[in-house]
């Protein structure tokens, strides 16, 4: 017999959840329509909320989530963000940025964001790190 | 369709008294379709033999789908005699890779000082193709590809004929370092080609006792292959891709292991053998060999 299945997520993003599954270190999950898929639990700390909680939301409902900011404490266009420039422009990028926590706190964090490119250059999503710094919580 | 194996083993050929009952070959698997054409899986060492039978009614054109380029998955191909036939067109499918291209690839094997022989100077008419992640009509049957977790560039094949589905994934570690349980099934390697599959050819590599020193190798224990099955909702699961290390004994204990595990979820388990074959059809699913 045949049956149709789910949409399969593509093997780039497979692997990258399970590095992230596996990362002490928050990391975001993208897919190729922009559409937040999965973040580990490190990024549970950030959002407050579980991934199996949150499901799969837009991009855009994440960047309502974490508020993003620059360093000098300007609100970011999405697209400015590094996941935006990785996702709209397809390379990576890396910046300081202020991003609200789940307590209502911001915290300046490092974010390295970077295209996932498969077989003919596919964009297949993006994965976003964070690296907190310390002691800059307000 | 018929499905025959002609190779199951894992990694290395392993011949010898012990693993005589369910063979050395490396994997190869002939699938003769209803409408009379051949897909091969694989080019392991069991496609020499497979070569020979082929030659006793020679056929113009056919159909290798590989799924990777690791050793044990194309070593056949140097011996497979309708290649040396300059009539023969044979068609061969494999994983894309961003950096070469098929033919380029199987080149650096079929070349010397690996091999004597350069594939620019095989005989038979080539053709190369990566492998389709949508679906490519062959005779009778559809056959679609799509990546697995591996090492390298890796795919499963799934070949549909009249409503039956024959899934192929020899090397597959389907999870590494997450629980498969806490997985959706779109989030599952492997499952958008194995699902409701009527036979699903499976890599169960290591017992699930060896399977903590090698993780990451890109092969599934007893629990990988038993919980994939369950969940792709296989009806008939065979292990393949048995470690050269074990011997016959050792894999009839696997399958019990295998069995215990599974325990009523999936339909029926066994282990490949050189010489299975199994009838897919209307009427259903037949082990007649």
Redesign the interface.
């Known amino acids: ?3 149709t ?7 780039p993003l ?2 990258a ?2 590095l992230a ?2 990362l002490s270190t928050p990391m975001f999950v993208l897919d190729g329509e922009g559409t937040l898929v999965f973040f580990n639990d490190a990024a549970e700390l950030i959002l407050g909320k579980a991934h199996s909680e949150v499901g799969e939301i837009s991009g855009l409902q994440l960047g309502e989530m974490l508020e993003l900011r620059d360093e000098h404490d300007a609100p970011m266009r999405r697209r400015d963000s590094p996941a935006g420039v990785a996702f709209y422009q397809r390379r990576p990028e890396h910046r300081t940025v202020r991003v609200k926590m789940f307590d209502g706190t911001h915290r300046l964090v490092e974010a390295t964001a970077y295209p996932l ?4 250059d596919m964009l297949h999503g993006v994965v976003t790190v964070f690296w907190p710094i310390n002691g800059t919580s307000s | 369709m018929r499905i025959r194996v002609w190779g199951c083993r894992g990694s290395l050929a392993a011949p010898g008294a012990s693993t005589v009952r369910y063979g050395g070959n490396t994997s190869c698997v002939a699938v003769e379709l209803e409408s009379g054409d051949v897909l091969v899986l694989d080019a392991g060492t069991g496609m020499r033999p497979l070569g020979v039978e082929l030659e006793q009614e020679p056929r113009a054109e056919m159909h290798v789908l590989l799924s990777h380029l690791h050793l044990d998955h194309v070593q056949g191909l140097g011996f497979f005699r309708p290649l040396f036939r300059p009539d023969a067109h044979v068609h061969i499918w494999g994983p894309a890779s961003p950096v070469q291209s098929l033919a380029d690839r199987l080149a650096i094997y079929l070349s010397p000082p690996l091999f004597p022989v350069r594939l620019a100077d095989i005989p038979a008419r080539i053709t190369f193709h990566d492998g389709p992640g949508n679906e490519v009509t062959i005779g009778s049957a559809t056959i679609r590809a799509g990546g697995v977790t591996h090492q390298g560039p890796t795919i499963g094949w799934r070949i549909e004929e009249h409503g039956r589905v024959l899934a192929y994934l020899p090397d597959h570690e389907p999870v590494i370092g997450v629980d498969l349980e806490s997985l959706a099934d779109d989030w599952l390697s492997g499952y958008d080609i194995a699902h409701h599959a009527d036979v699903l050819l499976h890599d169960a590599q290591y017992g699930d006792e060896e399977y903590p020193r090698h993780v990451g190798w890109g092969h599934s224990c007893i629990e990988h292959v038993t919980g994939f099955a369950r969940r792709a909702h296989a009806a008939n699961l065979v292990m393949f891709h048995h470690d050269p290390y074990h011997t016959d004994d050792d894999l009839e204990l696997l399958l019990d292991v295998a069995r215990k595990t599974a325990g009523d979820h999936v339909e029926h388990i066994c282990l490949a053998h050189e010489g299975m074959t199994i009838d897919l059809d209307a009427a259903g699913t037949r082990f007649v060999a």
């Open positions: 017999m045949t049956a299945g789910p949409a399969a997520k593509s093997l497979i692997l959840r399970e599954s596996n490119f498969g077989a003919g």
